[in-house]
């Protein structure tokens, strides 16, 4: 596809800059399944231009933003590969008295982007169609979904955001209709940092009530990290995840991570979501140069609730080899396993950046138990690159 590029125009004082972005990411992934004796090893090479425009006015803004994903992937059986293309911003924002209004497709990022986010990581990423508006420490913003990972044309989201010297706090109501089940939540949020000691904690807290299929919900989360200087160029952190998940008659308990940036939020591995998780890690980051970090972490992983599912880092149910992760009993207990993460990244200027990483993850006996075979750890590693122009 081309796009049409308009010059700048001396009356109407537009100044045009042009947008170009590539990322090129390989992923090798083995024993997903955790199944020696089946093989679903699997290697991807995601591939993603973006191009586009800024538009800068006397009293607005524009961005036009086109992007193409391709991701070509190999396993032991079959090679395939698939591809999108998505306007993912089309936007215009106007300075109102000294608030910025902000219509169209636009990213939305709020604060960790925990609950709320671009979700960069993935190749496609998310956009919204929305209306957002800023003053000062305040943000309002009503959305549809504009592109998104999988697409749901019911979601409607909310939201209120009031930042602080020390945090921001958040209210978004989201509704959704999925297979005729009518979900209405909402949650407040409060993120922050603050000193304690010799190091600092970061820390976001999160509940929600709501109905979902005619049963109310009562349901939250809680992510907490320490991290302190333990010599020259390393910090050490210890960090916990848990989010709430079950239901009884009359209530679910699943926390619902929204529509987050999930990724090395719950393990580099993105085994997990912020759902129905109990999670507790510790590790260090090297700080070799202002270019280049190092980091190493372990993380035990288990389930809130041992009779609802494990969930994926994009929210749905993570499946298995001939079903999905949920005992419903609660007999295949809660251990989901151990995790050993290595992160890299290299930023040869501020347009070039090399990151790879790799992970091991040990299956405890709740993925054990779900299934048939002898039971193995699954690795996972990538290498990628993005320019920026
Ligand atoms: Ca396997």
């Given at each position: 596809?081309?796009?049409?590029i308009?010059?700048?125009?001396?009356?109407?004082?537009?100044?045009?800059?042009?947008?170009f972005e590539i990322r090129e990411r390989y992923e090798r992934r083995t024993d997903k399944d955790f199944l020696s004796n089946v093989s679903d090893n699997r290697g991807d090479v995601f591939g993603r231009y973006r191009a586009g425009v800024n538009l800068k006015g006397k009293d607005f803004t524009g961005r036009f933003v086109y992007q193409y994903a391709h991701d070509w992937v190999w396993t032991l059986g079959s090679n395939s590969s698939n591809d999108r293309s998505d306007m993912v911003e089309a936007n215009a924002s106007f300075s109102v008295d000294k608030a910025k209004v902000t219509l169209g497709r636009q990213r939305l990022a709020v604060g960790s982007q925990r609950l709320i986010g671009e979700l960069n990581w993935h190749n496609v990423s998310n956009s919204f169609d929305a209306v957002s508006y800023e003053r000062d420490r305040f943000s309002a913003f009503v959305a549809k979904q504009g592109v998104?990972?999988?697409?749901?044309?019911?979601l409607f989201l909310g939201?209120?955001?009031?930042?602080?010297?020390?945090?921001l706090t958040m209210a978004v109501v989201k509704t959704d209709e999925l297979n005729n089940v009518q979900k209405g939540r909402l949650t407040l949020?409060?993120?922050?940092?603050?000193?304690?000691g010799k190091g600092s904690v970061d820390y976001q807290v999160a509940g929600q009530i709501g109905h979902e299929d005619g049963k109310a919900v009562r349901a939250w989360a809680g992510f907490a990290r320490y991290t302190m200087p333990v010599a020259k160029k390393i910090d050490g952190f210890?960090?916990?995840?848990?989010?709430?998940?079950?239901?009884?008659?009359?209530?679910?308990?699943?926390?619902?991570?929204?529509?987050?940036?999930?990724?090395?939020?719950?393990?580099?591995?993105?085994t997990t979501g912020w759902q129905n998780v109990r999670q507790l890690g510790a590790g260090l980051r090297f700080n070799v140069s202002p270019k280049e970090t190092f980091k190493v972490q372990v993380m035990d992983l288990s389930l809130y609730d041992s009779g609802d599912s494990w969930y994926g880092v994009g929210g749905g149910v993570n499946t298995r080899t001939g079903g999905t992760y949920t005992d419903a009993t609660g007999a295949s207990g809660r251990h989901l396993g151990r995790e050993l993460d290595l992160d890299f990244s290299y930023k040869f200027d501020t347009t070039y950046t090399?990151?790879?990483?790799?992970?091991v993850f040990w299956p405890g006996t709740f993925p054990q138990n779900l299934q048939?075979?002898?039971?193995?750890?699954?690795?996972?590693?990538?290498?990628?690159?993005?320019?920026?122009?």
């Open positions: 596809m081309w796009l049409y308009p010059i700048d125009d001396a009356k109407l004082k537009i100044k045009v800059e042009p947008v998104g990972v999988v697409p749901d044309k019911n939201g209120v955001t009031m930042k602080d010297s020390q945090g949020s409060r993120e922050g940092k603050f000193k304690l210890f960090e916990t995840n848990i989010a709430s998940g079950g239901k009884s008659t009359d209530t679910v308990n699943t926390f619902d991570q929204l529509y987050p940036t999930g990724h090395d939020r719950v393990g580099l591995m993105d090399l990151t790879a990483g790799a992970g048939v075979g002898s039971s193995n750890r699954q690795l996972w590693g990538y290498v990628a690159i993005t320019k920026k122009f």
